[in-house]
């Protein structure tokens, strides 16, 4: 079992940067694939990036891509998710996730989650 803790939502304007933390509790979060999801008011939650295991691979959705980077720790058992030059479209409440299943694919469920953290950028 992994519980996950976000933190570093916030307000922003738009242009601005924000870094998203993912605490894990326990060392078996080094050897899970993580992701960052976002759901925005009245939409679905979707996938805007993954990362596996060892950090090797990294996926990213095409909203976010050369904007967002994501990172982990595996010594901290903490991910990152560091979002640049931010939108407005990009408000959402954000989450972090982790699975045990490390087969890379885009089809891969998510076992564990966090409670989520807002982001909100302004105008």
């Known amino acids: 079992q992994v519980q996950l803790v976000e933190s570093g939502g916030g307000l922003v304007q738009a242009g601005g940067s924000l870094r998203l933390s993912c605490a894990a509790s326990?060392?078996?979060?080094?050897?899970?694939?993580m992701g960052w999801f976002r759901q925005a008011p009245g939409k679905e939650r979707v996938l805007v990036a993954r990362?596996?295991?060892?950090?090797?691979?990294?996926w990213y959705a095409d909203s976010v891509k050369g904007r967002f980077t994501i990172s982990r720790d595996n010594a901290k058992y903490t991910g990152y998710l560091q979002m640049n030059s931010l939108k407005p479209e990009d408000t959402a409440v954000y989450y972090c996730?982790?699975?045990?299943?490390?087969?890379?694919?885009?089809?891969?469920?998510?076992?564990?989650w966090g409670q989520g953290t807002q982001v909100t950028v302004s105008s």
């Open positions: 996730a982790a699975t045990r299943n490390t087969r890379w694919d885009l089809s891969v469920k998510f076992d564990y």
């Open positions: 326990g060392r078996t979060f080094s050897s899970y694939t």
């Open positions: 990362m596996s295991w060892s950090g090797g691979s990294t």
